[in-house]
Protein backbone atom coordinates (compact mmCIF):
# COMPACT_ATOMS: atom_id res chain seq x y z
CA UNK A 1 0.00 0.00 0.00
CA UNK A 2 2.86 2.50 0.69
CA UNK A 3 4.39 1.77 -2.67
CA UNK A 4 0.64 2.40 -4.07
CA UNK A 5 0.75 5.79 -2.47
CA UNK A 6 4.26 6.56 -3.19
CA UNK A 7 3.27 6.18 -6.90
CA UNK A 8 -0.11 7.54 -6.86
CA UNK A 9 1.61 10.59 -5.52
CA UNK A 10 4.16 10.82 -8.08
CA UNK A 11 1.76 10.07 -10.57
CA UNK A 12 -0.38 13.17 -9.79
CA UNK A 13 2.81 15.45 -9.81
CA UNK A 14 3.24 13.99 -12.90
CA UNK A 15 -0.11 14.97 -14.33
CA UNK A 16 -1.43 18.06 -12.40
CA UNK A 17 -1.34 21.36 -13.59
CA UNK A 18 -3.77 24.32 -12.40
CA UNK A 19 -5.28 26.63 -14.77
CA UNK A 20 -9.41 26.95 -14.48
CA UNK A 21 -10.76 24.97 -17.99
CA UNK A 22 -9.99 22.10 -20.18
CA UNK A 23 -8.19 23.51 -22.99
CA UNK A 24 -5.87 25.56 -20.84
CA UNK A 25 -4.68 23.02 -18.04
CA UNK A 26 -4.35 19.88 -20.34
CA UNK A 27 -1.37 21.61 -23.29
CA UNK A 28 -0.32 17.55 -23.08
CA UNK A 29 3.24 18.34 -24.59
CA UNK A 30 3.84 19.60 -21.99
CA UNK A 31 3.16 17.75 -18.98
CA UNK A 32 6.55 15.70 -18.71
CA UNK A 33 10.10 15.59 -19.41
CA UNK A 34 11.44 13.33 -22.23
CA UNK A 35 13.35 11.73 -19.53
CA UNK A 36 10.62 9.97 -17.93
CA UNK A 37 9.21 6.92 -19.10
CA UNK A 38 12.81 4.84 -18.86
CA UNK A 39 11.09 2.18 -16.56
CA UNK A 40 8.73 -0.22 -15.17
CA UNK A 41 8.38 2.10 -12.33
CA UNK A 42 8.19 4.72 -14.06
CA UNK A 43 5.76 3.62 -16.17
CA UNK A 44 3.57 2.48 -12.97
CA UNK A 45 3.53 5.65 -11.36
CA UNK A 46 2.28 7.23 -14.48
CA UNK A 47 -0.76 4.90 -14.14
CA UNK A 48 -1.09 5.75 -11.28
CA UNK A 49 -1.68 9.43 -12.29
CA UNK A 50 -4.14 8.29 -14.65
CA UNK A 51 -6.02 7.04 -11.76
CA UNK A 52 -5.79 9.47 -9.68
CA UNK A 53 -7.72 11.86 -11.92
CA UNK A 54 -10.92 9.49 -10.25
CA UNK A 55 -10.02 11.51 -6.93
CA UNK A 56 -12.52 14.17 -7.88
CA UNK A 57 -16.26 15.02 -7.24
CA UNK A 58 -17.50 13.44 -10.64
CA UNK A 59 -16.49 10.13 -9.02
CA UNK A 60 -17.24 10.49 -5.15
CA UNK A 61 -19.61 11.18 -3.23
CA UNK A 62 -20.70 14.74 -5.00
CA UNK A 63 -22.90 12.14 -6.91
CA UNK A 64 -25.14 12.51 -4.54
CA UNK A 65 -26.10 15.70 -6.85
CA UNK A 66 -27.29 13.85 -9.29
CA UNK A 67 -29.64 11.81 -6.99
CA UNK A 68 -30.58 16.02 -5.88
CA UNK A 69 -31.07 16.31 -9.68
CA UNK A 70 -33.27 13.09 -10.28
CA UNK A 71 -35.19 13.66 -7.40
CA UNK A 72 -34.31 11.66 -4.37
CA UNK A 73 -32.78 14.61 -2.51
CA UNK A 74 -32.99 18.12 -1.67
CA UNK A 75 -29.74 19.64 -0.12
CA UNK A 76 -28.92 22.24 2.42
CA UNK A 77 -25.87 23.41 0.91
CA UNK A 78 -24.26 23.63 -2.55
CA UNK A 79 -26.76 26.57 -4.43
CA UNK A 80 -25.70 26.43 -7.52
CA UNK A 81 -27.23 22.58 -7.52
CA UNK A 82 -29.97 23.26 -6.22
CA UNK A 83 -30.90 26.10 -8.87
CA UNK A 84 -29.99 23.12 -11.17
CA UNK A 85 -32.52 20.85 -9.63
CA UNK A 86 -34.96 23.13 -9.59
CA UNK A 87 -34.70 23.42 -13.41
CA UNK A 88 -32.53 26.70 -13.74
CA UNK A 89 -29.50 25.42 -15.92
CA UNK A 90 -27.85 27.26 -18.12
CA UNK A 91 -24.40 27.10 -19.27
CA UNK A 92 -22.85 29.46 -16.67
CA UNK A 93 -24.58 27.24 -14.04
CA UNK A 94 -20.88 26.08 -12.74
CA UNK A 95 -20.93 23.21 -10.23
CA UNK A 96 -22.29 20.01 -12.38
CA UNK A 97 -22.27 21.56 -15.25
CA UNK A 98 -18.66 22.40 -15.25
CA UNK A 99 -17.25 20.23 -13.35
CA UNK A 100 -18.44 17.04 -14.99
CA UNK A 101 -17.05 18.58 -18.53
CA UNK A 102 -13.72 19.69 -16.91
CA UNK A 103 -12.86 16.77 -14.80
CA UNK A 104 -13.63 14.26 -17.28
CA UNK A 105 -11.50 15.52 -19.66
CA UNK A 106 -8.90 16.24 -17.72
CA UNK A 107 -9.06 12.57 -17.39
CA UNK A 108 -9.15 11.54 -21.03
CA UNK A 109 -6.29 14.01 -21.41
CA UNK A 110 -4.29 11.87 -19.03
CA UNK A 111 -5.34 8.33 -20.60
CA UNK A 112 -4.23 10.04 -23.97
CA UNK A 113 -0.98 10.96 -22.86
CA UNK A 114 -0.39 7.88 -21.23
CA UNK A 115 -0.80 6.07 -24.56
CA UNK A 116 0.94 7.61 -26.60
CA UNK A 117 4.06 7.56 -24.57
CA UNK A 118 3.47 4.03 -22.42
CA UNK A 119 5.36 2.46 -25.36
CA UNK A 120 8.67 4.13 -24.78
CA UNK A 121 8.94 1.97 -21.08
CA UNK A 122 11.06 -1.19 -21.18
CA UNK A 123 7.74 -3.66 -20.11
CA UNK A 124 7.07 -7.07 -20.55
CA UNK A 125 4.17 -7.27 -23.68
CA UNK A 126 1.76 -9.10 -20.95
CA UNK A 127 2.15 -5.79 -18.66
CA UNK A 128 2.26 -3.17 -21.86
CA UNK A 129 -1.31 -4.79 -23.25
CA UNK A 130 -2.62 -4.34 -19.52
CA UNK A 131 -1.70 -1.09 -18.51
CA UNK A 132 -2.73 0.04 -21.89
CA UNK A 133 -5.78 -1.71 -21.20
CA UNK A 134 -6.40 -0.54 -17.73
CA UNK A 135 -5.89 3.20 -18.92
CA UNK A 136 -8.36 2.44 -22.38
CA UNK A 137 -11.38 1.29 -19.53
CA UNK A 138 -10.82 4.74 -17.63
CA UNK A 139 -10.87 6.57 -21.11
CA UNK A 140 -14.13 4.66 -21.56
CA UNK A 141 -15.33 5.32 -18.23
CA UNK A 142 -14.85 9.09 -19.06
CA UNK A 143 -16.29 9.57 -21.95
CA UNK A 144 -19.27 7.45 -20.94
CA UNK A 145 -19.99 9.86 -18.35
CA UNK A 146 -19.90 12.81 -20.78
CA UNK A 147 -21.75 11.24 -23.56
CA UNK A 148 -24.28 10.30 -20.79
CA UNK A 149 -25.02 13.58 -19.56
CA UNK A 150 -23.73 15.84 -22.90
CA UNK A 151 -24.42 13.99 -25.56
CA UNK A 152 -21.90 14.15 -28.56
CA UNK A 153 -18.72 15.80 -27.19
CA UNK A 154 -14.82 16.91 -28.67
CA UNK A 155 -13.42 13.07 -29.45
CA UNK A 156 -9.72 12.90 -28.64
CA UNK A 157 -8.22 9.88 -29.15
CA UNK A 158 -4.41 10.84 -29.09
CA UNK A 159 -2.74 13.70 -26.85
CA UNK A 160 -3.36 17.37 -28.39
CA UNK A 161 -2.37 21.10 -27.76
CA UNK A 162 -4.38 24.15 -27.34
CA UNK A 163 -4.99 24.83 -30.74
CA UNK A 164 -5.54 20.96 -32.15
CA UNK A 165 -8.31 20.59 -29.09
CA UNK A 166 -10.41 23.43 -30.75
CA UNK A 167 -12.97 20.86 -32.49
CA UNK A 168 -16.32 20.58 -32.74
CA UNK A 169 -17.92 17.72 -30.92
CA UNK A 170 -18.24 14.70 -33.02
CA UNK A 171 -21.54 12.64 -33.00
CA UNK A 172 -22.51 10.59 -30.12
CA UNK A 173 -22.74 7.50 -32.29
CA UNK A 174 -18.72 8.44 -32.75
CA UNK A 175 -18.48 9.25 -29.28
CA UNK A 176 -20.21 5.58 -28.32
CA UNK A 177 -17.72 3.56 -31.09
CA UNK A 178 -14.35 5.00 -29.44
CA UNK A 179 -16.10 3.77 -25.81
CA UNK A 180 -17.06 0.07 -27.41
CA UNK A 181 -14.09 0.25 -28.96
CA UNK A 182 -11.56 0.97 -25.98
CA UNK A 183 -13.81 -1.59 -23.80
CA UNK A 184 -13.43 -4.58 -26.30
CA UNK A 185 -9.48 -3.98 -26.00
CA UNK A 186 -10.15 -3.92 -21.92
CA UNK A 187 -11.86 -7.21 -21.88
CA UNK A 188 -9.52 -8.56 -24.15
CA UNK A 189 -6.35 -7.87 -22.20
CA UNK A 190 -7.32 -7.46 -18.46
CA UNK A 191 -7.10 -10.28 -15.89
CA UNK A 192 -10.45 -11.92 -15.50
CA UNK A 193 -10.06 -11.77 -11.88
CA UNK A 194 -11.86 -10.47 -8.63
CA UNK A 195 -11.64 -6.57 -7.97
CA UNK A 196 -9.07 -5.61 -5.24
CA UNK A 197 -5.95 -3.19 -5.15
CA UNK A 198 -8.14 -0.68 -7.41
CA UNK A 199 -6.52 -1.85 -10.78
CA UNK A 200 -9.39 -2.57 -13.09
CA UNK A 201 -10.49 -6.43 -14.33
CA UNK A 202 -12.08 -7.86 -17.28
CA UNK A 203 -15.30 -7.49 -15.22
CA UNK A 204 -15.24 -3.84 -14.39
CA UNK A 205 -15.00 -3.59 -18.51
CA UNK A 206 -17.66 -5.87 -19.25
CA UNK A 207 -19.52 -3.97 -16.28
CA UNK A 208 -19.11 -0.86 -18.07
CA UNK A 209 -19.94 -1.63 -21.48
CA UNK A 210 -23.70 -3.29 -20.08
CA UNK A 211 -24.02 0.16 -18.90
CA UNK A 212 -23.30 2.18 -21.48
CA UNK A 213 -25.10 -0.62 -23.81
CA UNK A 214 -27.96 -0.02 -21.58
CA UNK A 215 -28.22 3.76 -21.34
CA UNK A 216 -28.63 3.14 -25.14
CA UNK A 217 -31.57 1.32 -25.43
CA UNK A 218 -29.45 -1.66 -27.42
CA UNK A 219 -31.24 -3.91 -25.15
CA UNK A 220 -30.03 -7.86 -26.53
CA UNK A 221 -26.57 -6.57 -26.46
CA UNK A 222 -26.46 -5.12 -23.32
CA UNK A 223 -28.15 -8.31 -21.64
CA UNK A 224 -25.33 -10.48 -23.64
CA UNK A 225 -22.72 -8.33 -22.04
CA UNK A 226 -24.15 -8.40 -18.12
CA UNK A 227 -24.53 -12.10 -18.67
CA UNK A 228 -20.86 -12.55 -19.03
CA UNK A 229 -20.37 -11.28 -15.31
CA UNK A 230 -23.09 -12.80 -13.94
CA UNK A 231 -21.54 -16.34 -15.57
CA UNK A 232 -18.15 -15.73 -14.93
CA UNK A 233 -18.58 -16.38 -11.46
CA UNK A 234 -16.04 -14.32 -10.32
CA UNK A 235 -18.48 -11.70 -8.54
CA UNK A 236 -21.43 -11.83 -6.14
CA UNK A 237 -23.62 -10.16 -3.64
CA UNK A 238 -22.12 -9.57 -0.35
CA UNK A 239 -24.06 -10.71 2.89
CA UNK A 240 -23.56 -7.71 4.68
CA UNK A 241 -25.04 -4.40 2.47
CA UNK A 242 -24.00 -2.23 5.64
CA UNK A 243 -20.60 -2.92 5.52
CA UNK A 244 -20.66 -2.94 1.56
CA UNK A 245 -20.47 1.13 1.49
CA UNK A 246 -18.11 1.46 4.83
CA UNK A 247 -14.35 1.32 4.59
CA UNK A 248 -13.98 -1.99 6.84
CA UNK A 249 -16.23 -3.93 4.48
CA UNK A 250 -14.97 -3.11 1.16
CA UNK A 251 -11.46 -4.73 1.00
CA UNK A 252 -11.78 -7.80 -1.66
CA UNK A 253 -15.22 -7.22 -1.32
CA UNK A 254 -17.11 -9.59 -4.18
CA UNK A 255 -19.81 -6.97 -5.14
CA UNK A 256 -17.63 -4.42 -6.11
CA UNK A 257 -16.37 -4.18 -9.80
CA UNK A 258 -14.90 -0.99 -9.85
CA UNK A 259 -14.67 1.97 -7.49
CA UNK A 260 -12.79 5.20 -6.17
CA UNK A 261 -10.23 4.08 -3.74
CA UNK A 262 -9.64 6.24 -0.64
CA UNK A 263 -6.91 5.10 2.07
CA UNK A 264 -6.36 7.55 5.21
CA UNK A 265 -4.32 9.72 6.04
CA UNK A 266 -3.16 10.11 2.39
CA UNK A 267 -5.92 9.78 0.19
CA UNK A 268 -9.37 10.70 1.82
CA UNK A 269 -12.54 12.43 1.06
CA UNK A 270 -15.20 14.79 3.11
CA UNK A 271 -17.79 12.21 2.80
CA UNK A 272 -18.73 12.02 6.16
CA UNK A 273 -17.83 15.45 7.29
CA UNK A 274 -20.89 16.78 4.48
CA UNK A 275 -23.23 14.15 4.70
CA UNK A 276 -22.95 13.44 8.73
CA UNK A 277 -22.18 16.77 10.32
CA UNK A 278 -23.18 19.28 7.59
CA UNK A 279 -26.10 17.45 6.80
CA UNK A 280 -25.83 18.01 2.43
CA UNK A 281 -28.10 15.43 1.58
CA UNK A 282 -31.73 15.06 2.58
CA UNK A 283 -33.16 12.17 1.01
CA UNK A 284 -37.01 12.77 0.46
CA UNK A 285 -40.12 11.26 1.08
CA UNK A 286 -40.87 10.24 -2.32
CA UNK A 287 -37.71 7.95 -1.81
CA UNK A 288 -38.62 6.67 1.67
CA UNK A 289 -41.84 6.03 0.18
CA UNK A 290 -40.39 4.07 -2.81
CA UNK A 291 -39.27 1.05 -0.06
CA UNK A 292 -42.00 -2.07 0.02
CA UNK A 293 -43.16 -2.99 3.24
CA UNK A 294 -41.97 -6.65 3.90
CA UNK A 295 -45.04 -8.61 2.34
CA UNK A 296 -43.51 -7.44 -1.16
CA UNK A 297 -46.57 -4.82 -1.75
CA UNK A 298 -46.09 -0.90 -1.43
CA UNK A 299 -47.09 0.89 1.35
CA UNK A 300 -50.52 1.55 -0.77
CA UNK A 301 -51.28 -1.45 -0.84
CA UNK A 302 -49.49 -3.17 1.91
CA UNK A 303 -52.46 -3.63 5.18
CA UNK A 304 -48.94 -3.84 7.44
CA UNK A 305 -48.26 -0.01 6.38
CA UNK A 306 -47.90 2.02 9.70
CA UNK A 307 -47.61 5.91 8.45
CA UNK A 308 -47.22 6.31 12.22
CA UNK A 309 -44.28 4.23 12.37
CA UNK A 310 -42.33 4.75 8.99
CA UNK A 311 -39.85 1.91 9.32
CA UNK A 312 -41.88 -0.94 10.74
CA UNK A 313 -42.55 -3.84 8.40
CA UNK A 314 -40.45 -2.12 5.97
CA UNK A 315 -37.75 -3.07 3.74
CA UNK A 316 -34.61 -3.63 5.48
CA UNK A 317 -32.91 -1.85 2.82
CA UNK A 318 -34.82 1.65 4.31
CA UNK A 319 -32.87 1.41 7.28
CA UNK A 320 -29.65 0.81 6.05
CA UNK A 321 -30.21 4.05 3.80
CA UNK A 322 -32.04 6.56 5.45
CA UNK A 323 -32.80 7.80 8.80
CA UNK A 324 -34.75 10.57 10.58
CA UNK A 325 -33.07 13.74 11.58
CA UNK A 326 -32.32 13.52 15.14
CA UNK A 327 -32.23 9.92 15.51
CA UNK A 328 -29.54 8.46 17.14
CA UNK A 329 -27.28 5.74 15.48
CA UNK A 330 -25.38 2.27 16.96
CA UNK A 331 -21.84 2.11 15.76
CA UNK A 332 -19.68 -1.25 15.67
CA UNK A 333 -19.08 -1.44 18.84
CA UNK A 334 -22.17 -1.53 20.03
CA UNK A 335 -22.38 2.38 21.64
CA UNK A 336 -25.48 4.87 21.03
CA UNK A 337 -24.12 8.06 18.89
CA UNK A 338 -25.99 11.09 17.85
CA UNK A 339 -24.75 13.84 15.58
CA UNK A 340 -24.30 17.38 16.27
CA UNK A 341 -25.74 18.58 12.51
CA UNK A 342 -24.66 22.18 11.90
CA UNK A 343 -28.00 22.28 9.98
CA UNK A 344 -31.37 21.37 9.89
CA UNK A 345 -32.71 18.50 7.19
CA UNK A 346 -34.94 19.91 4.93
CA UNK A 347 -36.85 16.73 4.35
CA UNK A 348 -36.65 15.45 7.95
CA UNK A 349 -34.02 12.80 6.75
CA UNK A 350 -30.76 12.49 6.16
CA UNK A 351 -28.01 9.22 5.07
CA UNK A 352 -27.52 5.98 6.76
CA UNK A 353 -25.84 4.14 3.55
CA UNK A 354 -22.18 5.43 3.27
CA UNK A 355 -22.13 6.84 6.87
CA UNK A 356 -19.01 5.99 9.16
CA UNK A 357 -20.70 6.25 12.74
CA UNK A 358 -17.35 5.34 14.31
CA UNK A 359 -16.39 8.31 13.70
CA UNK A 360 -18.63 10.40 15.47
CA UNK A 361 -18.29 13.16 16.48
CA UNK A 362 -17.40 14.52 13.57
CA UNK A 363 -15.26 17.53 12.89
CA UNK A 364 -13.08 19.55 9.98
CA UNK A 365 -10.49 17.18 10.98
CA UNK A 366 -12.60 13.92 9.96
CA UNK A 367 -10.86 11.46 7.85
CA UNK A 368 -13.15 9.55 5.54
CA UNK A 369 -11.84 6.70 3.26
CA UNK A 370 -15.01 4.82 2.10
CA UNK A 371 -14.48 3.60 -1.19
CA UNK A 372 -17.01 5.51 -3.65
CA UNK A 373 -18.61 2.25 -5.36
CA UNK A 374 -18.86 3.13 -9.07
CA UNK A 375 -20.03 -0.20 -10.25
CA UNK A 376 -21.40 -3.06 -8.20
CA UNK A 377 -22.97 -7.16 -8.94
CA UNK A 378 -26.10 -5.46 -7.92
CA UNK A 379 -26.39 -3.35 -10.31
CA UNK A 380 -25.12 -5.77 -13.01
CA UNK A 381 -27.97 -7.88 -11.96
CA UNK A 382 -30.23 -5.43 -12.41
CA UNK A 383 -28.75 -4.11 -16.17
CA UNK A 384 -29.47 -7.95 -16.68
CA UNK A 385 -33.29 -8.17 -15.75
CA UNK A 386 -34.11 -4.31 -17.29
CA UNK A 387 -32.39 -5.58 -20.27
CA UNK A 388 -33.35 -9.09 -20.92
CA UNK A 389 -36.96 -7.66 -19.98
CA UNK A 390 -36.84 -5.42 -22.86
CA UNK A 391 -35.21 -7.15 -25.56
CA UNK A 392 -37.53 -10.68 -24.65
CA UNK A 393 -39.89 -10.18 -21.66
CA UNK A 394 -39.20 -11.65 -17.84
CA UNK A 395 -38.43 -15.20 -18.41
CA UNK A 396 -37.21 -16.84 -15.86
CA UNK A 397 -33.41 -15.47 -15.30
CA UNK A 398 -34.94 -12.19 -15.20
CA UNK A 399 -36.77 -13.12 -12.46
CA UNK A 400 -33.73 -15.08 -10.88
CA UNK A 401 -31.74 -12.17 -11.25
CA UNK A 402 -34.13 -9.31 -9.56
CA UNK A 403 -35.18 -12.18 -6.71
CA UNK A 404 -31.44 -12.54 -5.98
CA UNK A 405 -31.09 -8.68 -4.82
CA UNK A 406 -34.28 -9.37 -3.24
CA UNK A 407 -33.72 -12.32 -1.16
CA UNK A 408 -29.99 -10.77 -0.04
CA UNK A 409 -32.20 -7.43 1.25
CA UNK A 410 -34.94 -9.63 2.92
CA UNK A 411 -37.42 -9.30 1.04
CA UNK A 412 -39.98 -12.30 -0.66
CA UNK A 413 -39.33 -12.75 -4.75
CA UNK A 414 -41.18 -10.89 -6.92
CA UNK A 415 -44.75 -12.51 -7.77
CA UNK A 416 -44.94 -14.62 -10.88
CA UNK A 417 -47.27 -13.95 -14.24
CA UNK A 418 -45.30 -10.64 -14.34
CA UNK A 419 -46.41 -8.97 -17.59
CA UNK A 420 -43.55 -7.03 -19.49
CA UNK A 421 -44.62 -3.58 -18.52
CA UNK A 422 -45.59 -4.72 -14.91
CA UNK A 423 -41.81 -6.47 -14.75
CA UNK A 424 -40.66 -3.44 -15.71
CA UNK A 425 -42.12 -0.94 -13.05
CA UNK A 426 -40.82 -3.41 -10.52
CA UNK A 427 -37.58 -3.98 -11.92
CA UNK A 428 -37.22 0.56 -11.82
CA UNK A 429 -38.20 0.72 -8.70
CA UNK A 430 -35.78 -1.95 -7.57
CA UNK A 431 -32.88 -0.09 -8.89
CA UNK A 432 -34.65 2.89 -6.94
CA UNK A 433 -33.92 1.19 -3.53
CA UNK A 434 -31.33 -0.86 -4.39
CA UNK A 435 -29.04 1.77 -5.46
CA UNK A 436 -30.63 4.68 -3.67
CA UNK A 437 -28.23 8.17 -2.98
CA UNK A 438 -25.15 6.53 -5.31
CA UNK A 439 -25.45 8.81 -8.33
CA UNK A 440 -27.68 6.77 -10.51
CA UNK A 441 -31.15 7.88 -10.31
CA UNK A 442 -30.49 11.15 -12.89
CA UNK A 443 -29.13 8.97 -15.50
CA UNK A 444 -31.78 6.22 -15.17
CA UNK A 445 -35.52 8.88 -15.16
CA UNK A 446 -33.39 10.64 -17.98
CA UNK A 447 -32.89 7.55 -20.32
CA UNK A 448 -36.54 6.07 -19.03
CA UNK A 449 -38.13 9.50 -20.27
CA UNK A 450 -39.64 9.97 -16.89
CA UNK A 451 -37.80 12.58 -16.49
CA UNK A 452 -40.79 15.42 -17.49
CA UNK A 453 -43.57 13.92 -15.93
CA UNK A 454 -41.74 12.94 -12.57
CA UNK A 455 -39.71 16.32 -12.04
CA UNK A 456 -42.42 18.92 -12.38
CA UNK A 457 -44.09 16.82 -9.56
CA UNK A 458 -41.47 17.93 -6.75
CA UNK A 459 -41.77 20.68 -4.73
CA UNK A 460 -38.65 21.69 -2.80
CA UNK A 461 -39.17 22.05 1.13
CA UNK A 462 -36.73 25.39 1.17
CA UNK A 463 -39.19 27.93 0.12
CA UNK A 464 -41.63 25.64 -1.58
CA UNK A 465 -40.01 25.90 -4.84
CA UNK A 466 -41.79 23.71 -7.79
CA UNK A 467 -39.28 21.75 -9.64
CA UNK A 468 -39.11 22.35 -13.54
CA UNK A 469 -37.96 20.19 -16.58
CA UNK A 470 -37.75 21.29 -19.76
CA UNK A 471 -38.07 18.34 -22.55
CA UNK A 472 -36.48 20.36 -25.14
CA UNK A 473 -33.59 21.30 -23.35
CA UNK A 474 -32.90 19.31 -19.96
CA UNK A 475 -32.23 16.11 -21.39
CA UNK A 476 -29.22 17.41 -22.14
CA UNK A 477 -26.30 19.43 -19.46
CA UNK A 478 -25.38 22.81 -21.47
CA UNK A 479 -21.77 23.09 -22.49
CA UNK A 480 -19.88 24.99 -19.80
CA UNK A 481 -19.84 28.38 -21.51
CA UNK A 482 -15.56 28.75 -20.41
CA UNK A 483 -15.69 26.29 -22.56
CA UNK A 484 -17.56 27.49 -25.52
CA UNK A 485 -15.26 30.63 -24.73
CA UNK A 486 -11.82 29.22 -25.76
CA UNK A 487 -13.45 26.62 -28.05
CA UNK A 488 -15.43 28.57 -30.88
CA UNK A 489 -16.22 25.31 -33.08
CA UNK A 490 -18.15 24.01 -30.09
CA UNK A 491 -21.70 24.38 -30.91
CA UNK A 492 -23.90 24.61 -27.32
CA UNK A 493 -27.02 22.03 -27.13
CA UNK A 494 -30.07 22.80 -28.16
CA UNK A 495 -31.82 25.41 -25.80
CA UNK A 496 -28.90 27.17 -23.92
Known amino acids: MKNYIKCLMLGLLIFCVSCSDFLNKNPLDQITSQTFWQSEAEAAMGLAGVYSRLLVSTFNHNDGRFDTMGGECCMNQSQACIAIAQGNIEATSGDIVTNTYNQCFSGIGACNFFLDNIEKAPLPAATLNR ?34 AKVRQSPKSEV ?29 AQALKARVLLYNSEWQSAADMANQVIQSGVFSLTDNFRTLFLASGQNNNPEIIFSTRYRSPDITMDLDVRWSWHGIINPRQELVDAYECTDGLSITQSPLYDPDSWLTNRDPRLALTIKRFGETAVNSAGQTVVFSYNGPSITGFNPVKYCNWDVLPIDYSTLSEQDWILIRYADVLLMYAEARNEASGPDASVYDAINQIRTRAGMPALPEGLSKDQMRERIRNERRVELALEGLRWSDILRWKTAETYIPTLIDGEGGAQRRFDPAKHYLLPFPQSEIDVNDQLQQNPGY
Open 176 to 204: LNQIYADLDFAIANLPNTAYSDGHAVRGS
Open 131 to 164: YKAEVQFLRALFYSVLVDHYGGVPLYSTSVTIDE
